[in-house]
């Protein structure tokens, strides 16, 4: 039987979870092959359907654009993905029916607690976006015991409509706009804006020395968030090790064996020093 799983994606020439799926297999013994898969919007659906439920591939993770096709194709979904409205893990149950979960929300949180020591219970959280990944955080945040969050979003009807999927639950959407001090102590990047080189429109209110900001982003070069940080003797953090937590949290799905994540974020962000 094939051992096959696969990021699927598009763009995904420049995916690291074959990378990091690879380390995973080495170390805990687990027989895996994993692959990356282009994709078409069109062809998505039907393609991810064939291949789990034929057995090509038991599994597969899914990046942008498809997180929202991919929740759409499950027959089975768990709490968090059902909450987030947007998937990132797929696999085929044993009644061979397709099932998804969002394992962003705790790939960040578990990077942020058990990587950078963050204590988050009574933290006040400011999170900047309200698409699909910031969907998929609230959960594990409130878990976590913090005071409150605040969703600012360019448009607003966007945060709201999250806030309205946790009713009297300590958060709160508003334009940016509307972001006041005192400094947050958690100010997390969750919008794309960082990919086109942009900082969201945050007022420096919101942040002090004390702050920690996360840019959910990652790459060679710093974000314009993690300078913006910096300039305010902020602590900055970008997101290589959410990515990295994502996929030890799929991995743990897919095959019951939680891997080690210490070394290849090691290794991948000593490659990543400019
Ligand atoms: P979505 O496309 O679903 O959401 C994008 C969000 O960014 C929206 O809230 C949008 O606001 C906002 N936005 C886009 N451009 C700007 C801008 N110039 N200024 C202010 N706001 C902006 O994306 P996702 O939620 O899927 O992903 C968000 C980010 O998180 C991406 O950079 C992605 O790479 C990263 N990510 C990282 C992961 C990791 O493992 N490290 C995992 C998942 C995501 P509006 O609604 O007003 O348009």
Redesign the pocket.
Known sequence: MSLLYRVTGNPIKHSLSPRIHAHFAQVTGEPIEYTAQLEEAETFTDNLRRQLTSGEILGSNVT?PF?ELAWALAEVRTARAETAGAANTLWLNDAGQICADNT?GI?LLTDLKNNLGLELENRRVLIL??????RGVIQPMLDAGVTEVIIA???VE?AQAIVDIFPGAPLKAISYAEITGPAFDLIVN???????G?L?PVPDAAIDANTCGYD???GATKTPFCEWCEAHNARAID?LG??VE?AAESFFIWRGVKPETAAILAELRSELQP
Request: no cysteine.
């Open positions: 942008l997180k962003d790939g976006g309200a698409g699909g990944a910031v979003n360019r448009s966007r969750g919008t794309s804006a960082s990919i086109g942009e969201p959910m982003m990652y997101g959410m990515l994502q």
